[in-house]
């Protein structure tokens, strides 16, 4: 069930503009912290550097 509700988060960080806290809430996490730490867990990043870092990419490949 983790395994499905980071993937979905994944899509909606790189997607939406939602807050994190509203996409935990979004995919089933109650708790913030635990959300973040999940993530992190199968992620090996925040949430937050996971949005920042798919922005970066993103951004890197429209200059091209």
């Known amino acids: 069930l983790n395994t499905i509700r980071i993937a979905e988060s994944k899509r909606l960080l790189q997607e939406t503009k939602l807050q994190i806290s509203q996409i935990a809430y979004r ?7 635990h959300f973040c730490r999940t993530f992190k867990e199968v992620t090996s990043v925040s949430p937050n550097t996971f949005r920042q870092d798919f922005a970066e990419v993103h951004e890197s490949e429209n200059l091209i």
């Open 27 to 33: 995919v089933g996490y109650t708790n913030l912290t």
